[in-house]
């Protein structure tokens, strides 16, 4: 009896993220997962899909992004505004706390086509508005609540998130990263930890996190940034990232600044990860629009495409632990798989620091696959 394939991709510029290397080939997916494929054997194919002219890689990771719709302002309908952008798995960057897990997990983690994980605010209440900042008074810690529910959805939750902006910890003092940290080793988890205006020195910020944690708006030009008065990236940077510190640029509207951005890159001080902090506010607007339109901003910004792709989809994948063999191409791993063009189209952005940015090169998403499933075909993509 002929095996069955139930997508048969051919004729695709493979982008393998984690050899960084491009290769001619074929992807095979059965059940909601990678197959090998051989050329020999014959099979029952179900539905077949000519790449022939488009790049194929692992499905695309947004690694921050704020969807708990209806729920919160910023939030918005993740399968709605993603899977068309070519994205597979998102990640909310802290939207829920302890107070409203119950909903997010019921309505937005298992309720979408998409790949839902997230951190959880150290906040009891999340991230509800753009108005005002959470609440993060360390006082307010629930650890007992935080480990209940690292125990209940251990698959989908990973670590805690603190935004470390001066707006956001006055009330409270600096004391509030020391506190954040011990929850999160009393916990043994990690943390995403947001860094536009710092409260104090980027260094001394930096000095203190953990192997494992992520550092999110990296780039960011408000306040206290990872570029000297010599235009130099600061030394505990580098040495944070040699001991196992991560960062994600999570560029958003107002998070990233090419005056950061331009002299990091020339000193080969460029992200782990690539994500959007995508909100309801920010998507398809013209100072961030959406994932793709983020990493053709980096492409055009000298990283090369398949770097580009690694830092939406193995490392990420990598750095969060992500389950399934999501990031990759792997015999076995779900199929998630995001089919692209690289086009000649000239760009222009404007963030909300009043910084312009042309780029001349797009991403363009053309087909989505979730989990084996097509979710999503550019009308122009050959049927």
Not at 3 to 8: E, G, P
Not at 38 to 65: C, F, L, M
Not at 135 to 164: A, F, W
Request: net charge negative; charged share 25%; hydrophobic share 35%.
């Amino acid at each position: 009896m002929n095996k069955i394939i139930d997508i048969l991709i051919k004729n695709a510029n493979i982008i393998y993220p984690d050899k960084g290397t491009v290769e001619r080939g074929t992807i095979a997916i059965y059940n909601g997962k990678f197959i090998k494929y051989d050329h020999k054997e014959s099979y029952v194919i179900r539905d077949e899909i000519n790449a022939d002219g488009y790049y194929v890689s692992p499905g695309w990771i947004d690694s921050h992004t704020h969807i708990f719709k209806d729920v919160t302002e910023p939030g918005f309908a993740a399968d709605l505004g993603l899977i068309p952008m070519g994205i597979t798995s998102t990640i909310d960057g802290g939207s829920a706390g302890i107070g409203t897990w119950p909903i997010f997990k019921h309505h937005i983690v298992d309720d979408n086509y998409l790949n839902v994980f997230y951190s959880i605010n150290v906040s009891p209440s999340g991230q509800i508005t753009e108005r005002y900042p959470e609440n993060v008074d360390p006082q307010h810690y629930d650890t007992d609540k935080l480990k209940t529910i690292m125990e209940k959805d251990p698959e989908h939750i990973r670590g805690l998130k603190l935004r470390y902006g001066a707006e956001v910890v006055e009330p409270f003092g600096n004391s509030v990263l020391d506190k954040t940290l011990e929850l999160a080793d009393s916990l043994h988890c990690q943390i995403t930890l947001h860094v536009t205006n710092p409260p104090c020195d980027m260094e001394e910020i930096i000095s203190k996190m953990r192997p494992g944690d992520i550092v999110c708006h990296i780039y960011q030009g408000k306040g206290s940034t990872i570029i000297d008065e010599n235009g130099k990236v600061k030394e505990a940077i580098f040495k944070a990232r040699k001991r196992g510190v991560y960062f994600d640029s999570a560029d958003a509207r107002i998070n990233h600044c090419y005056k950061v951005i331009e002299p990091a890159i020339a000193q080969n001080f460029k992200p782990d990860i690539i994500s959007t902090d995508l909100t309801q506010n920010g998507i398809f607007s013209n100072m961030s629009w959406g994932l793709p339109v983020v990493l053709s901003k980096w492409l055009n910004l000298g990283l090369t495409l398949e770097e580009v792709i690694a830092d939406c989809t193995c490392h990420p994948a990598e750095i969060y632990c992500l389950p399934n063999g999501i990031g990759t191409l792997a015999n076995n791993a779900a199929a998630n798989v995001t089919i692209f063009s690289v086009e000649n189209r000239h760009f222009h952005l404007k963030n909300r620091m009043g910084e312009e940015f042309d780029g001349e090169k797009m991403i363009i998403p053309q087909v989505t696959i979730i989990n084996g499933k097509v979710r999503y075909k550019n009308l122009y993509f050959p049927f």
